[in-house]
């Protein structure tokens, strides 16, 4: 178990460039989750996928977001045309659910710090 | 709405001494899950603690415990015996029962400890 691992770590684009960042889940588990923060904020979600099927988006979600988890193990965040709004760390966790005993418990990366210019 | 509130947002506390962070949240659910995770400067989320709601027995993990009101919709965490390397920013979050699959996250707590 190598934990959640995201690439890259830090992003430096310009305002209107594309960008794909990608999650690597623990392997046994089946869910992923994207969830954005700013500074001085908590995480806040932005999509889910149950193996390959993305259950779940928040209006947060512009459709200039999209994401991806094609095989159910990895899975992209594309931001198109990027914004200086969009500058924030960007966060995957991943999760096994059901889990034993009911629940559900997130692992999270080390996150994608996103800085547009 | 499910809303999760840390009216925190820094604390400091005295190395080897006790602190309590403060959580409060909203929800109409009745069976519902609640967390701590702790975010230090790698900016990683880790996990500290969780509390069903339907156990009425409060969560212990070794220097950390909570205080769950389910009445009064309040999920402290109580850290003692505080350490250097507990310097974090501690994030509350709620995750509902089984509708919707969300984690709802507070704005967090900033805590310090001096050693």
């Known amino acids: 178990d190598t934990g959640v691992s995201q690439n890259p770590r830090h992003k430096i684009t310009k305002r209107g460039q594309n960008v794909t960042f990608r999650c690597d889940p623990i392997?046994?588990?089946?869910?992923l989750y994207w969830y954005r923060q700013t500074l001085g904020q908590g995480p806040e979600f932005l999509t889910y996928?149950?193996?390959?099927?993305?259950?779940?988006k928040s209006r947060l979600l512009s459709d200039r977001f999209s994401a991806e988890r094609p095989k159910g193990s990895f899975s992209t965040l594309e931001i198109q045309r990027t914004e200086q709004g969009d500058s924030a760390m960007y966060l995957c966790?991943?999760?096994?659910?059901?889990?034993?005993?009911?629940?559900?418990?997130?692992?999270f990366g080390s996150g994608t710090q996103l800085s547009v210019l | 709405a499910q809303t999760v509130t840390q009216s925190q947002p820094e604390m400091s506390v005295q190395e080897a001494e006790t602190v309590t962070l403060s959580c409060t949240y909203d929800?109409?659910?009745?069976?519902?899950?609640l967390f701590w995770y702790k975010q230090p400067p790698s900016r990683q989320m880790i996990l500290v603690i969780r509390q069903e709601a339907y156990k009425q027995q409060n969560a212990t993990e070794n220097r950390f415990s909570v205080n769950f009101q389910k009445a009064a919709k309040s999920f402290s965490l109580k850290i003692s015996d505080s350490q250097l390397g507990d310097a974090a920013m501690y994030f509350c979050a709620y995750r509902p029962p089984n509708t919707g699959n969300q984690f709802y996250f507070g704005t967090g707590t900033s805590l310090t400890v001096i050693p």
């Open positions: 392997s046994e588990h089946n869910r």
């Open positions: 929800t109409s659910e009745s069976d519902y899950y």
């Open positions: 996928f149950q193996n390959e099927a993305q259950l779940e």
């Open positions: 966790a991943s999760s096994l659910y059901p889990m034993a005993g009911g629940g559900e418990k997130l692992f």
